[in-house]
């Protein structure tokens, strides 16, 4: 096959698609949602056996046991994809919302309105579920979606992407609305992200190395997840009794989401009361401490049943474990906790515990990451938690969209002017 | 010089110093923007005569009547700068604005924090007033700025960094805070555009061959702001007392801005009644038109006296004229108006002129332009006219800022959590 020439197929009939989907009704887009998930319901058998032959063959290429994980597909598994389908449709409409609109001494009043970015690539791995998810959100935002998902999912992606052809069909929206590629070939990739007359903006789902590789190449802008290195400050004023639940939960409630504590920070005049109390929880939960010298010694000192702790290098200040493990230092206070994680944070999430005021202000407007919080853990930074209904990935961008994307990532804002027959003198 | 040990040097003094420019007060910001505007007016002296060094060079080395028309710097442009920057430090402070503060069911409180993108490269022609505005703009957004100016204005460029610098430095601010780049290399063009550590975004300003140029070499997200092919669309609603005067502002109050119209559509069941009108006005003003077969019988017909009338080509319904030329179209009415709008646009600006409430209404959503208008001329898409108070240049990229971009254009917004201890469940 012709990759160039295919691609600019699917690009042509995306941009056009794109207009109708630009300019579809709330009513229309969220008949195609519930008439995709149903049709992911009552299809579950023939989805069961899509996944089945890629399973088979993703066997029988000696993928490792994480990747089948992820590529497996239960019946919960389409139940949640149904349902999650049923939950964007739900979800207030983004599109067409008037805001901001001011009077100007000339007459005219001007103002915002949201709209679609156009047409959505997503490139993601063998995970199915990514299909029904990315589509929702592209065709709730009013957008038009080209989906390449890792080549061991084919078959089942292909099965979703019948679903979401003949939903977008009954609701009298284009099928090229969402077009899911068909052909394994890696080409398609290079093809997609250097289109920019056929693709608004890319957005690459999955690791460091997939991300890493689409925004070296991408001649178009790209809303990326890199990695996340997460930091607790235990501060000063730390309230002992918010810090150790905190460091708990932020470190040990996952271990392989990027929003989990990789680096835990503490004030040096607290660094004697607080790090036995953290390092007793952290050793009961197994978690590994790479500790600089100066909290080595005081975690030494506590003689804690069981811990497990070493000297931390440089690496442990950037590193990402996803898995447990946590980086220790003792800082001189505020000061060195904003420097130390402006200057090593992967700029994801980072939480101060503190009851002074003025320094939790200072944390939040000076440590320059994503998500910035005071006195609660790390993990809340997640599109569910912070009510955006759903998200289709977490940036740690600088423009457009900074932490969990949802609807309104996937949308800008334009200007409009209402007049009355102005001009400009 | 080793531009590579140069630029990384530049870049580390600009992440630097973008920290505490981030964290700098209101008032501190402002001090240095009077501060350099004082010293910018107290040297005009110096300035008139670096620039007259530039200036002899530039007509030694053959510049262009344009080219030297755009680095002469007079008394009255100088006064100019110094008015420009004394605006800036009125206009309010984005950062740090909090908003859209909302309760979780999970006890926790998530909003907004506006904060600055961290350090601007900005690259233009050889206009010694852009280094003034560029460094006021992001001085006043919080941000770093390496500023690079055409090589032909390096004399004027440099004695206005020397105001900067010490306007920054009086106020308490780092020097590096702006950075003019005092060699004539091209190469740092190259190093600039390509450094993600130490730039977050490169803002183009200058002919479309420096921005394309940019745009595909850059490793860094890119503000951009490429032609302006804007509309003015009669519809068969059109109130004709409105319609004439919209299209003579939006075509003839300026010729070479990006906001004047190039394009004008008309309904065909009014064509026979506001094409006279329209073109004898244009004839008046000896505005040239390119016109479709059908609206060049119409308007042959009409026998507008002195009128310049042509067949249009395809090619002139994507060029940017910057000339007293206007391409002129019969469409069916709305729907094609959109279409040829979204098919030839450059998605700056467009304009409908009509008394139809929901004709306008959906102009205003289907059309996929940085500005869309109702009765009102395209020369309003401005900065000023906007209430921005000032502007870096208008972006007709889809994601991050759209059409004019001021100080919020040069910010975005983080997610801040204000907790209690709360932890995710």
């Not at 952290?282 to 497990?308: H, N, Y």
């Not at 440089?314 to 402006?342: C, F, Q, T």
């Amino acid at each position: 096959m012709d990759i160039q020439h295919y691609m600019q197929t699917l690009g042509r009939q995306a941009r056009a698609a794109s207009r109708l989907m630009a300019a579809a009704s709330t009513e229309a887009k969220n008949h195609a949602l519930t008439a995709i998930a149903a049709r992911i319901r009552s299809r579950a058998p023939a989805l069961l056996e899509a996944n089945a032959r890629d399973l088979e063959q993703a066997r029988a290429d000696g993928l490792d046991a994480a990747m089948l994980d992820r590529l497996t597909l239960s019946a919960k598994g389409i139940e949640s994809m149904a349902a999650g389908l049923e939950q964007i449709a739900s979800l207030p409409d983004p599109v067409g919302e008037i805001s901001n609109v001011k009077r100007r001494p000339s007459g005219i009043q001007v103002g915002h309105m949201r709209v679609p970015l156009g047409v959505i690539g997503i490139i993601y791995e063998a995970r199915p579920n990514v299909t029904a998810d990315a589509a929702g959100l592209c065709i709730k935002s009013g957008n038009a979606a080209i989906l390449r998902g890792g080549k061991e999912a084919l078959h089942c992606n292909q099965a979703i992407a019948e679903c979401v052809r003949e939903g977008l069909q009954e609701a009298g929206l284009p099928a090229a609305g969402v077009q899911v590629v068909d052909t394994t070939d890696r080409a398609v990739v290079g093809a997609l992200i250097t289109a920019p007359e056929f693709v608004d903006v890319i957005v690459p789902r999955g690791g460091k190395g997939l991300i890493e590789r689409i925004s070296r190449e991408a001649r178009v802008p790209v809303i990326k997840h890199l990695d996340g290195n997460c930091h607790v400050y235990l501060d000063d004023e730390a309230d002992a009794a918010k810090a150790v639940p905190i460091v708990e939960n932020s470190k040990t409630q996952r271990y392989g989401t990027c929003n989990t504590a990789e680096t835990l920070l503490v004030a040096r005049s607290r660094a004697a009361e607080l790090l036995p109390a953290v390092g007793a929880m952290l050793a009961a939960r197994g978690v590994e401490m790479r500790a600089c010298a100066e909290s080595l010694a005081v975690l030494q000192q506590a003689r804690i049943t069981g811990a497990k702790i070493v000297a931390a290098r440089e690496s442990d200040w950037s590193e990402e474990y996803l898995a447990p493990i946590i980086a220790v230092k003792i800082v001189a206070g505020l000061d060195e906790a904003i420097d130390h994680i402006n200057s090593w944070s992967s700029q994801h999430t980072e939480s101060i515990v503190s009851e002074n005021y003025t320094k939790a202000m200072r944390f939040l407007r000076e440590v320059d990451s994503a998500s910035v919080m005071v006195n609660a853990s790390t993990r809340f930074a997640d599109g569910f938690e912070y009510g955006l209904g759903a998200e289709i990935g977490i940036s740690t961008d600088k423009i457009h969209a900074r932490g969990p994307v949802g609807l309104e990532g996937l949308t800008s804002q334009k200007w409009i002017v209402f007049g009355n027959g102005e001009i400009r003198t």
